[in-house]
């Protein structure tokens, strides 16, 4: 629920991590004598280096770009969470609505649920508009229809208290957590 493309961070990280790698092993090499005394089986590094003034300048100037294109998309990136659920402004007036509003309302709303082990509720800005994730962990064989309206109902009784429509995804899951769960039976 982010505006980055997860895969193209995957790639840029890969890349910055092969250079980085490759950055590091060559200067261990150059400055390492033990480094450099494993690798002379198998090359031929120059004992010293001499690099032009220009070159410097160069180099110098290509860190720069790397840098500020790095601030760039670090201050650009997300977009996603906030911990913001709601604003209103009415005049001079503004009220703003804390995520910890929305966990305690669903938490008070699913917490006589039997088939749910826990709730989690994230906000994230998408578009402009505000809207809430909430992740549902239903007990292994619980009833995921039951849940759900115990979730409608959760959120109902959310858009009330706010007094606006929270844009809301539902996200039910199962797993680990949910099979460790204890089960308490009524006979």
């Known amino acids: 629920m982010t505006t980055t493309n997860r895969t193209l961070n995957r790639i840029i ?6 250079v980085a790698v490759i950055v590091g092993v060559t200067i261990g090499a150059g400055v390492l004598t033990p480094v450099r005394d494993a690798l002379q089986p198998y090359l031929t590094l120059p004992d010293k280096v001499s690099v032009p003034a220009a070159s410097l ?3 110098a100037a290509v860190c720069a770009v790397v840098i500020v294109l790095a601030l760039i998309v670090v201050f650009t990136r997300g977009g996603g969470g906030t911990s913001v659920a709601a ?3 009415t005049g001079d ?3 703003t609505v804390n995520v910890a509003l929305v966990r305690d309302v669903i938490d008070h709303e699913l917490d006589g649920v039997r088939d749910v082990v826990a709730a989690k509720v994230d906000t994230y800005t998408v578009k402009q508009q505000r809207a809430a994730r909430i992740r549902v962990h239903v007990r292994r064989g619980g009833d ?3 849940v759900l309206d115990a979730v409608d109902h959760a959120v109902s009784t959310l858009d009330t208290t706010l007094g606006q429509q929270l844009p809301v995804l539902v996200h039910l899951t ?8 204890k089960t308490t039976r009524v006979h």
Request: glycine share 12%; aromatic share 4%.
């Open 93 to 95: 007036d503004q009220v």
């Open 87 to 89: 604003r209103t402004k």
């Open 144 to 146: 995921a229809v039951t």
């Open 13 to 18: 990280l890969l890349l910055l991590g092969l």
């Open 57 to 59: 300048w160069i180099i």
């Open 174 to 181: 199962g797993g680990t957590r949910t099979a460790l769960a």
